[in-house]
């Protein structure tokens, strides 16, 4: 997935794909490095800022007024849109490659530029860029490839310029590199970090403006649901789950990373979910609602790192262009599945899982009476769904003494005697069909 927008004489361009950290190690709170380093890391980020900012963040400002010319006529000062933190534009992505220009850009009130209280070096001409950090992890974030010679970096946390806190800042990279770099800049996922990029110097006259490319590369957690053990549940007939395959990865112990069809691409990484079939029947289930990219959705049943299997035609293909989906698989109730979900490339971000239920079963929604004599005898009356085919129905394990059916929602059945006191689950079978055991499907021997 990626984003192209336009701010000004910005331009943006974010890509999904998972990043490799830069390298290099954060400085220290209080320490400047020289020659080598002028990292400052000012703090750790304030606590998640999951709001999105102020309303009026992306709202362009008005051009400035025009300014007489001798002559008669008139030329606007262009400023950039991003020239506050009000309205810094927003870049997108687990990895960013951006391009700003702070020609005619300013300064504005509150906005900390001076890189530390020592020095007379410190950013002019400001533009601003906001970004939401996907998953929590580290970043390094650099304006490496820029036009301008020298340039400023520093990372706010805030949500008005009048409270925004600055986090790190760094002036020049390394010793004979006048481009900035801040590494292993710990995010929270969801929080929104605000980049503050303008020329250096110590005397605005000696800088230059124009381009500063703003990039991001980080190293984010895996997801909480990437390993099987850990599958995310799923309850219901219908269901979607959403989740992300950045920084997921495939089992060592077992998971395979074969090809699903002959000739085809290797599973790269996998995100798991779970659910438990309510009843007998077929399901459907696909990925539409993601990122047109390679992926694929496998099924198991039971626990597969105990090597029970994919479950037949229990696999689904998108080669890019489409969903990977998987149509009429047959469950049985009580039994759990497990969905294995991921890329058959490096091209990793969100995915989204559609999932519907056709149950061809029988099912228990009421028994008249919910309790009786440890001996049996005592006549109950079942009402359910799909109750016509019923060949027989067992009360904690025992067969009924006699099953009657009254039209396609009604059993009358004879109780025979119970093992011992105590609540036991009732189930009708239709042959090795049975239904699912829920809360209105149990009687107590007495």
Known sequence: MSRMSTFGTVLVTASLFSATLL??????????????????????????ETSAPDATADVKPAPAAGIAHPGGTAEIADKPTNDAFAHAGIVEGTTVTSAVDNTNASVEKYEKTVFDESSSFRSFST???????????????DTFGSSVADTGLAVFT?????NAKRVA???????GESRSRITSLPVKAGTWYYFQLGSSG??????????ISFNIAGHYNAPANDNQGNAKAMTGSKWSATGTTISSTIESQWEPTSALVAGGQKRVNSIW????????GTVDFDSSGSAARPLYINTYSSNPGQNIGVVAGGFGVNTGGGVASILDMPVLAGTTYYFQFGDLTDAHGATKMNFAATYTGPSITKLSVTSGKLKGGNYVTITGSRLTSVDNVKFGGN???????VGSTKLVVKVAPGYSKGKVAVIAY?????????????????
Do not use: C
């Open 399 to 405: 067969s009924v003494l006699s099953l009657k059916h």
């Open 127 to 141: 533009v601003w860029v906001k970004w939401k950090a996907p998953l929590s992890g580290a970043v390094t974030v």
């Open 169 to 175: 800042v760094n002036d020049d990279s390394a010793s």
């Open 273 to 280: 979910f779970k659910w438990t079939a309510p009843a007998a």
């Open 23 to 48: 390298g290099g190690a954060a400085a220290s709170a209080d320490e400047i490095t020289e020659p080598t380093s002028d990292i400052v890391t000012e703090s750790t980020p304030a606590p998640a």
């Open 202 to 211: 110590q005397i605005e006259t000696q800088t230059t403006t124009g381009a």
């Open 430 to 446: 239709n042959g090795s069909i049975r239904s699912a055991v829920v809360s209105a499907s149990h009687y107590t021997f007495k």
């Open 158 to 162: 805030g949500t008005k310029m009048s």
